[in-house]
């Protein structure tokens, strides 16, 4: 089994999961949607920032960019619920420190040939 095969089975697993959260909360108040949704993001855009430097052999693509592509997801729904909380706050400067290490570490692994 290759590395697509884990790295699908990964998301549709975090999808999956996902979507139970938000099932369960439904009828629930939005603050207990909001922290329902708002960890799962905060800890897949975690994951994502631990390995968005791998640019060797492009093994971000496998461990980042999936984590990264769900905490987005749940980004829009955690905004929708709670944009003044301190908690999205600190996803947003995860996701900035993200960009800049994942920029950072693409020109220090020459993965633009420029």
Same mark, same amino acid.
Request: with cysteine; hydrophobic share 65%.
């Given at each position: 089994?290759?590395? *697509?095969? @884990?790295?699908?089975? #990964? =998301? &549709? !697993?975090?999808? +999956?999961?996902?979507?139970?959260?938000?099932? %369960?909360?439904?009828?629930?108040?939005?603050?207990?949607?909001?922290?329902?949704?708002?960890?799962?993001?905060?800890?897949?855009?975690?994951?994502?920032?631990?390995?968005?430097?791998? *640019?060797? @052999?492009?093994?971000? #693509? =496998? &461990? !980042?960019?999936? +984590?990264?592509?769900?905490?987005?997801?749940? %980004?829009?729904?955690?905004?929708?619920?709670?944009?003044?909380?301190?908690?999205?706050?600190?996803?947003?400067?995860?996701?900035?420190?993200?960009?800049?290490?994942?920029?950072?570490?693409?020109?220090?692994?020459?993965?633009?040939?420029?």
């Amino acid at each position: 089994m290759g590395m *697509w095969s @884990y790295t699908i089975a #990964i =998301f &549709l !697993a975090a999808l +999956a999961a996902i979507l139970i959260a938000w099932i %369960f909360t439904k009828n629930k108040d939005d603050k207990t949607r909001y922290y329902a949704l708002a960890i799962p993001c905060m800890i897949c855009a975690v994951w994502a920032l631990v390995f968005c430097w791998t *640019w060797f @052999y492009y093994f971000n #693509i =496998f &461990l !980042a960019l999936p +984590a990264l592509l769900i905490s987005v997801i749940l %980004f829009y729904f955690v905004r929708k619920l709670g944009s003044k909380e301190r908690l999205t706050k600190i996803i947003l400067w995860n996701y900035a420190l993200l960009l800049l290490l994942t920029v950072t570490s693409a020109i220090f692994f020459e993965v633009f040939h420029w």
